[in-house]
């Protein structure tokens, strides 16, 4: 377990923050996919109140960057933040972003401290892929994070102590392994028993289960590869560095964006809802809590450990995908 007892599924961001304030104060952090409605402001504004270094905060709009920005300045006089315009979808806007936030850090201390991967795409519903033909939620939720982590693993390992990983999964990780012999669901037809969603799961997520593209099933399949980096990282792969995956609840925000307004009001209707500072604290908590330098590739829900599934948790798996994606991303390493 976490180290405290206080910690629970009603806990807020400022509250993480305030009980780890000493692992805040002078760190350089980044943050990806901060927006005005989403978690990711929740976790900016907990983490200023208490004087960390650097804020270092991702978007794809300029403006709406510009606009986190001004509310975080005015909430918090002194706030050293910066902004970097990055789109996910794009692995060269990736290495750009990555170049970025390099110069910012060799301002001066050098290093970067905790990196939290919260930017994703959600629902999609249409399948569409990318130049390099790898299917949209999985280049946005885990190969685009997996490219700017990698890029950034330097300045991470740097961190006195060692630099923390956070990814953002989710619960729908559950509902499909990593295809790795149809990752883009580009056919129907052939796949491998342990690579086909797992139809409890789908009925519980009351989605069709189906080999074809599915908007839950790419995206759980992105999340699962999401949690599996963490477990990689946890590996000879990301030494010096400790890696964390977490579910941060239900929450409505802007993910929810491409889903039917009819279904989003039928979850909500039906499943506890956290507001976005409860589901920034499990971020915060696996960004912060010094006890989980001893849990390198664990996952986390409601502030604390929890187990999850098989296939995200496998550590051949993790390896495997941490080579096809290594191949998927290498004009970009260079």
């Not at 510009?66 to 509310?71: I, L, N, P, R």
């Not at 939290?116 to 399948?127: F, S």
């Not at 280049?139 to 982590?149: A, D, P, R």
């Amino acid at each position: 377990m976490i180290c405290t007892s206080k910690l629970g599924d009603k806990s807020t961001a400022s509250e993480v923050a305030e009980l780890y304030k000493d692992e805040v104060r002078d760190k350089t952090i980044v943050i990806t996919g901060v927006s005005l409605n989403g978690i990711g402001k929740a976790a900016c504004a907990a983490l200023a109140a208490h004087e960390p270094r650097r804020l270092i905060i991702t978007g794809r709009d300029p403006e709406r960057l510009q606009s986190m920005e001004k509310s975080l300045r005015d909430q918090f006089l002194g706030l050293d933040i910066r902004t970097v315009e990055m789109d996910l979808a794009s692995n060269e806007s990736v290495r750009k972003a990555a170049d970025k936030i390099d110069q910012f850090c060799a301002e001066d201390s050098g290093c970067i401290d905790i990196l939290v991967n919260n930017a994703g795409v959600m629902c999609l519903p249409e399948r569409q892929v990318t130049q390099e033909g790898i299917e949209s939620h999985l280049q946005v939720n885990y190969v685009g994070h997996y490219l700017l982590t990698r890029l950034l693993l330097a300045r991470l390992a740097s961190s006195p102590g060692g630099g923390r990983v956070v990814n953002v999964s989710s619960s729908a990780h559950e509902i499909s392994p990593f295809r790795f012999s149809d990752p883009a669901f580009s056919k129907a037809e052939g796949l491998a028993q342990d690579e086909q969603p797992l139809k409890d799961v789908c009925k519980h997520f009351d989605t069709p289960w189906t080999l074809d593209y599915s908007p839950l099933i790419a995206y759980g399949q992105s999340k699962a590869a999401v949690a599996l980096h963490a477990v990689a990282l946890s590996q000879s792969v990301g030494k010096g560095i400790t890696a964390i995956s977490v579910n941060p609840g239900i929450i409505e925000t802007d993910l929810w964006r491409h889903m039917p307004q009819e279904l989003v009001s039928e979850i909500l209707a039906c499943v506890p809802v956290k507001t976005h500072a409860q589901g920034a604290a499990t971020i915060l908590a696996a960004a912060l809590d010094p006890s989980l330098r001893e849990h390198s590739g664990a996952y986390l829900e409601d502030c604390a450990l929890a187990t999850p599934s098989k296939h995200a948790s496998d550590v051949d798996s993790s390896l495997k995908l941490w080579q096809w994606t290594e191949q998927k991303c290498h004009p970009y390493l260079n």
